[in-house]
């Protein structure tokens, strides 16, 4: 009997594998990836890497086991801190990235000045999600984000939970709500800022705009401060399967 022969895609896809810098480590919940030396990057949940908030983020490797692990869709920093070199390497990492749709950075010490770096990545049309809850962004910030997103087409949520946001920078998100800006924008979470009755109000106003079929009291928990449509709780369903595969051979 003639030996089959391994199909060259096949035989590319294992060799990569097999080369890869991070190793997988099935856990109960999750697979834990390290590299040759041990050092723990982030657990992939539910394709989403959970980055280990170590003192100083690997950025570089961050992004590559993203880009490597087929399953990856979103990455999660959530109490990592960032410096000024972190933020702007993670931008222009994900700006053209069509892989990674979701990116969470709460609970980061993301202030004006980071976000305004930060802002280069809604350039691009990949992202669809970008959490930032409880930072220190303030109307300076949300202003930057607001402007951004005008030119933006694919960000559907935008989350600024319990951050140093006021009046000002809630009316910034004015303009998202004109039919030539942002089309794309469903959903924009504002709880828990420093806004006024007149700002809850201009909340309503754009949420109502956004998604015209949300009931009242939807529109009305993303300004009084509840957090039940988002919780924060694991989860206690089983991860799905992981494909061990990479797209491309790192150095």
């Not at 992004?63 to 109490?79: P, Q, R, S």
């Not at 997103?149 to 004109?178: C, E, P, R, W, Y």
């Not at 949300?214 to 694991?234: A, F, I, M, P």
């Amino acid at each position: 009997m003639t030996k089959r022969k391994l199909e060259p895609r096949v035989a590319l896809k294992a060799q990569k594998v097999k080369l890869s810098p991070y190793l997988p480590m099935v856990e109960d919940y999750g697979v834990k990836v390290v590299d040759k030396q041990g050092k723990a990057i982030g657990k992939i949940i539910e394709g989403t890497l959970m980055v280990d908030n170590n003192e100083s983020i690997a950025m570089k490797e961050v992004l590559e086991v993203a880009e490597c692990f087929l399953e990856v869709t979103g990455i999660d920093f959530t109490k990592c801190a960032f410096s000024n070199e972190d933020i702007t390497a993670l931008s222009g990492g994900l700006k053209n990235n069509a892989k990674i749709s979701h990116l969470t950075l709460d609970d980061c010490g993301i202030n004006d000045d980071l976000i305004l770096i930060l802002c280069d990545l809604l350039r691009g049309e990949t992202l669809l999600e970008l959490n930032l809850k409880n930072n220190q962004i303030t109307d300076v910030g949300a202003k930057s984000l607001a402007k951004a997103l005008t030119i933006n087409k694919s960000l559907n949520l935008l989350n600024l939970k319990a951050n140093k946001i006021g009046d000002d920078g809630v009316n910034a998100f004015l303009q998202l709500i004109q039919p030539e800006c942002n089309d794309t924008l469903g959903d924009i979470y504002l709880s828990r800022n420093n806004l006024t009755e007149a700002g809850k109000g201009t909340v309503r106003t754009i949420n109502a705009t956004l998604r015209p079929q949300t009931s009242d009291y939807e529109t009305e928990s993303d300004v009084s401060g509840s957090d039940e449509s988002c919780s924060d709780g694991d989860s206690s369903e089983t991860p799905l399967a992981l494909k061990v595969e990479c797209i491309g051979e790192l150095d």
